[in-house]
């Protein structure tokens, strides 16, 4: 059975064959007027819906690429932008770049010429955030260790010194403090930005890490070597990574283990009796100086089915060799 709008079709077909012909070129040049119109209606509509949407379309490409960029190095301490740490990240309209080295490609440097000021910012850890340090010495000494110009940072940590020479050093000390020492650079729309750490402070952040003793292929040695797969959880199956964090004295010997990262009593345990056992570490250095760092390592039980209970294979390849920035951070 037709449909009604078939059937109304074929009566206006009908319908136009019975016009008289000068009927009928009204009726279609009547038509095609009306076809075009519609046409250019639609084509306005494409236009008025697909440019938003197409606009809609291009923002989200940008923002993603935005967000998928990643941080500037400049804006890094250790890993974590100094926001997170709750430390500015500009000073009167200068990027503030922390943890200075003169290897860091990022850092823009300018020559220096005697009677140039060398500035910066200083800050300390005080009742658990990072504030400016304020009445910090700051000093330029010579080759011979003789202090040629001295001076003291302000409410805001910030400090200018004039330079003599700019082959000698400058060195910023506090009592309680680590002392920081560097050579001279001035910088081009940066400012120096430096973290005073008291001086039995255990740290994250380190410009130098804590090695073990020929480094990591070394530890992964050490582990293997030294590890005694719990009879009991051999023969449960029981296996998995723990991980192990602990501290690197200035000394270079580890103190304060702990299990970060808990799989089974025995294997935690395990792990804790392998860490116990090594040897002096190479300790951290922060700008030269020794400091107490927090280390974090994975210590890995695998089973080996192929072979009969005894001292399982370690797999050690994901060793840490930077500390971890943030010890709940347990993704290897």
Request: some cysteine.
């Amino acid at each position: 059975m037709k449909q009604l709008e078939d059937i109304i079709k074929d009566r206006l077909d009908d319908y136009e064959l019975k016009l008289p012909s000068m009927d009928q070129q009204s009726f279609w040049s009547t038509k095609a007027v009306r076809e075009r119109a519609a046409k250019r209606r639609r084509s306005y509509l494409g236009v008025a819906v697909g440019l938003p949407a197409a606009a809609a379309i291009l923002c989200g490409v940008l923002l993603s690429i935005h967000l998928m960029k990643p941080t500037e190095p400049s804006k890094i301490i250790g890993g974590i932008p100094p926001s997170v740490m709750g430390l500015p990240e500009s000073y009167n309209d200068l990027d503030i770049i922390y943890n200075l080295a003169s290897e860091i490609p990022e850092l823009s440097q300018l020559p220096v010429s005697a009677g140039d000021c060398v500035t910066g910012l200083i800050h300390r850890l005080y009742q658990d955030e990072y504030k400016p340090f304020k009445g910090v010495n700051v000093d330029e000494f010579d080759s011979s260790g003789k202090i040629v110009n001295h001076t003291l940072t302000d409410e805001n940590g910030y400090f200018s010194i004039s330079i003599s020479n700019p082959a000698d050093s400058i060195l910023i000390h506090a009592d309680g403090y680590e002392p920081m020492k560097f050579e001279i650079f001035r910088t081009d729309g940066q400012i120096a930005g430096f973290i005073l750490a008291e001086t039995d402070e255990v740290s994250l952040i380190v410009s130098d890490a804590p090695e073990f003793p020929g480094g990591t292929q070394a530890l992964q040695k050490f582990i293997t070597s030294n590890m005694e797969y719990p009879s009991d959880a051999l023969r449960d199956s029981i296996k998995g990574r723990v991980l192990v964090q602990f501290t690197v004295e200035k000394d270079g010997s580890i103190t304060d283990i702990e299990v970060l990262k808990h799989v089974h009593p025995l294997l935690d345990k395990e792990a804790v009796r392998i860490v116990s056992g090594m040897p002096r570490w190479i300790p951290g250095k922060h700008f030269g100086f020794p400091r107490r760092v927090r280390y974090t390592i994975p210590v890995t039980f695998r089973l080996d089915n192929s072979t009969k209970p005894g001292p399982a294979v370690t797999d050690n390849d994901r060793v840490e060799e930077d500390i971890l920035a943030d010890p709940n951070d347990k993704t290897f």
